[in-house]
């Protein structure tokens, strides 16, 4: 089995010895954040390694290191776009700088551009041609374009220039393993355990190889090594419990799974197999529920609604296996088997003439071998998609705990508003805020906040802030805090009387239409969310329509957009506004002008990464997959963390 190499930076250490003796780092603050960014890198703590060093390259944007080493930990956050980008600069910063060009070829090769990846790897050994571990990336690669000659070739060269290098012993074992010659392969994974005891990569070739020989017990042992050093490792737990699963131990394998999915939440493939495990241990509903997690992982794969339809004739859940087998003969119609199984539920609801016609149908396309040979290379195309994408073990776990446990599921951000904070935190700092938040004598504050962010003060009242603001009975200050207090407590009727009266009072003031926006875009949120409360409606009811119709919806959302209009009248520089009425727009469908809107935020604001972000999920649903992954990038690269989610899910 041919597994995709997992570059750990074993020998970072090395590069970073390298670089900070070069003399580059004058400033000692620079120095102090460079160093904080290694050993965040060191910790695994990626997410806080990009903003030490994004705040290095603030300070002074020339240094090459510091967009190398944010392009390693890009790179083990699954961000190979961002990382290819940093490895650039730093190409383009310091063009004789060998590791950049050897860390990008290899960040083009987890990208498939195996050419390119050819590319840098030749530019790094015109550099430096007695580097052992270029030769034995260059190797991997050319193994991936199936020249086995030329990679048997870098991996020996490699292993010359340095018989140590457990990488190329590594790497040679799979083109033993390739050519079935398991017995030198065996001796190479040995070979480089013997001079990384702890090398838990060389444990995990070792054991695939003895799980292809047909020893379990070998294997388990080895997978059991690399839990023992990283009981993290979900790709060992995965393994083992299908070494387990081959010696029958099926609430062993089992507990594997359970193990693997705990870890790693988005693991389809993991799901896919403990369905077919609870399958036929008997848990039908259990396999069930995993399939329905696969299909939310990967919504086209025929192979889960087929399984899930077989459960579900077994069970009797006629109609729910027709509506599994109709998806499968929907994305294949040349799926034959589909057709059969779907006359099977047919027959049994008493249908017999829809029962013969899909028994025709299956029949007819039976005897077509030239559409049964297509489907079926594109089947296997597809399901090994799966797993390419679906089950990266190399990026299942995160270090840092705010990324484990973000939910899966991909949300646009939704708009801000202005709201009170007991703190401050003038990110979004506004001149006509502050002169507001000058009058506060307590702890509490207007501040621009995401919808969902919305702090949960428990006494915000009128009485509340009479304590709090100083200002004149009918001033607009007045006017507009009482109108942002009954905002906050859902009382829009009076909140946009009060918006309207301060308006009066200062006709040009942007920040009342801005909040007036963003309440009547929240009252028709409570409102959508009130017609939906029956969950269990089905899908053709709620299509029918309920009390608030899409035409209602749209009419409204336009006069949203026309309230943001007017604020971008009144201040032509608010980011925030922009963003705002994008994503209004994109609820509208105007994508492009959506789009167009992202585009003036970020220019005003570079660093407003869930602008990035909703853009990005934009050009992702437009299929314009690179300009999407280059937003979500900056998205991550700017602190987003869910990026990398999203990362991991589309850019892969």
């Not at 060269?157 to 340095?162: K, S, V």
């Not at 003038?426 to 919808?451: A, H, Q, T, V, W």
């Not at 009342?512 to 009811?541: T, W």
């Amino acid at each position: 089995m041919l597994n995709r190499k997992v570059y750990k930076f074993f020998r970072l250490i090395i590069f970073i010895l390298l670089l900070n003796n070069q003399g580059a780092f004058a400033q000692i603050n620079i120095q102090h954040y460079i160093n904080q960014g290694q050993r965040s890198l060191f910790r695994n703590d990626n997410a806080d390694a990009i903003r030490k060093f994004n705040l290095v390259i603030k300070i002074n944007p020339e240094l090459f290191q510091p967009y190398f080493f944010r392009g390693l930990a890009k790179y083990n956050l699954g961000d190979y776009i961002g990382a290819r980008s940093d490895f650039s600069k730093a190409i383009s910063l310091h063009p004789y700088f060998t590791h950049a060009y050897h860390y990008r070829g290899i960040t083009e090769e987890r990208l498939n551009n195996y050419h390119s990846a050819m590319e840098n790897y030749n530019s790094a050994l015109e550099i430096d041609p007695v580097n052992p571990d270029i030769y034995s990336s260059r190797g991997f690669t050319r193994m991936l374009m199936n020249d086995t000659t030329g990679a048997l070739q870098d991996f020996n060269e490699a292993i010359l220039l340095n018989s140590n290098n457990y990488q190329a012993f590594l790497n040679r074992s799979l083109i033993w393993s390739m050519k079935k010659e398991f017995d030198k392969a065996l001796e190479d994974c040995s070979k480089a355990i013997s001079i990384n005891k702890y090398n838990i990569e060389a444990f995990f070739r070792r054991g695939i190889i003895w799980y292809y020989k047909g020893d379990m017990d070998k294997a388990i042992t080895d997978f059991d090594f690399m839990i023992k050093v990283d009981s993290t490792n979900s790709r060992a737990y995965y393994y083992r419990a299908l070494a387990r699963y081959k010696k029958e131990d099926l609430p062993g394998a089992m507990e594997d799974y359970d193990k693997v999915l705990e870890l790693d939440p988005l693991n389809a493939l993991t799901f896919y197999n403990r369905a077919i495990l609870k399958t036929q241990i008997g848990d039908n509903q259990g396999a069930i529920d995993d399939y329905g997690r696969v299909i939310e992982l990967n919504p086209n794969n025929i192979f889960t609604y087929f399984n899930r339809a077989g459960i579900k004739l077994d069970i009797g859940d006629y109609y729910g296996a027709i509506n599994d087998l109709s998806r499968v003969i929907e994305i294949y119609p040349g799926f034959t088997q589909a057709f059969q199984n779907r006359a099977v539920a047919k027959s049994k609801l008493n249908d017999y003439a829809g029962a013969m016609e899909d028994q025709a149908m299956a029949e007819k396309v039976a005897q077509d071998t030239l559409l049964q040979s297509r489907i079926a290379k594109i089947d296997s195309n597809y399901f090994n998609k799966i797993i390419e994408l679906k089950a990266n073990f190399d990026f299942g776990n995160f270090s840092d705990e705010s990324l484990a446990s973000l939910n899966a599921s991909v949300k646009m951000k939704p708009v801000f508003i202005i709201s009170f904070t007991n703190k401050l935190t003038k990110k979004f700092e506004y001149s006509d805020l502050r002169n507001i938040n000058k009058y506060s004598s307590g702890d509490l504050y207007l501040d621009m906040l995401p919808m969902d962010k919305l702090e949960e003060i428990n006494d915000i009242s009128i009485e509340t802030i009479k304590k709090t603001f100083k200002y004149k009975s009918g001033s607009f200050r007045e006017l507009f805090l009482s109108g942002t207090v009954f905002g906050y407590q859902k009382d829009f009727n009076k909140a946009f009387d009060l918006f309207d009266q301060a308006l009066r009072k200062s006709p040009d003031n942007y920040l009342v239409y801005f909040n007036m926006a963003g309440l009547k875009y929240k009252l028709i949120e409570l409102l959508n969310s009130i017609d939906r409360k029956d969950d269990f409606l089905v899908v053709e009811d709620r299509q029918k329509g309920t009390t608030r119709t899409l035409e209602q919806n749209q009419k409204d959302y336009k006069e949203i957009i026309r309230l943001y209009d007017r604020v971008l009248v009144l201040n032509p520089q608010f980011s925030l506004a922009y963003f705002n009425r994008a994503y209004i727009k994109s609820l509208t469908n105007n994508l492009s002008g959506a789009i167009s809107d992202y585009q003036q935020a970020v220019s005003l604001d570079p660093d407003l990464a869930v602008a990035f972000f909703n853009r990005g999920l934009i050009y992702i649903y437009m299929d314009d997959m690179d300009h999407g992954c280059e937003d979500i990038s900056k998205a991550g690269e700017l602190g987003l963390q869910e990026s990398y989610f999203v990362i991991r899910k589309y850019c892969r």
